[in-house]
Nanobody
Framework: QVQLVESGGGLVQAGGSLRLSCQASGRTFSGYVMGWFRQNPGKERDFGAA????????YYSDSVKGRFTISRDIAKNTVYLQMNSLKPEDTAVYYCAAKRGVVSQWGYEYWGQGTQVTVSS
């Protein structure tokens, strides 16, 4: 049973930084892709970034490219999202997700419970 547990959300001022963590457990993740998504009430869940577990290949949406960095620590089974130059429009619940296969923004099988990020202006 794959489990994903996010942490690190909180309140930050515009221009500030936060680092989200996603602790993954339940299996070995070789061959998996790990992703970060975000969602606001009443809106669709938006893709942010993804990384291949084995090779560390990364893929970003245009909205976060250049400001956010996804990484993983294989020894700790943890995926990170470093968020810099935060804007009020980055406010959302952030979700960690996992899937098997190629890196993309679709087809994720497993989801965490989410962590709230609020950016004040």
């Amino acid at each position: 049973q794959v489990q994903l547990v996010e942490s690190g959300g909180g309140l930050v001022q515009a221009g500030g930084s936060l680092r989200l963590s996603c602790q993954a457990s339940g299996r070995t993740f070789s061959g998996y892709v790990m992703g970060w998504f975000r969602q606001n009430p009443g809106k669709e869940r938006d893709f942010g970034a993804a990384i291949t577990w084995s090779g560390g290949y990364t893929y970003y949406s245009d909205s976060v490219k250049g400001r956010f960095t996804i990484s993983r620590d294989i020894a700790k089974n943890t995926v990170y999202l470093q968020m810099n130059s935060l804007k009020p429009e980055d406010t959302a619940v952030y979700y960690c997700a996992a899937k098997r296969g190629v890196v993309s923004q679709w087809g994720y099988e497993y989801w965490g419970q989410g962590t709230q990020v609020t950016v004040s202006s």
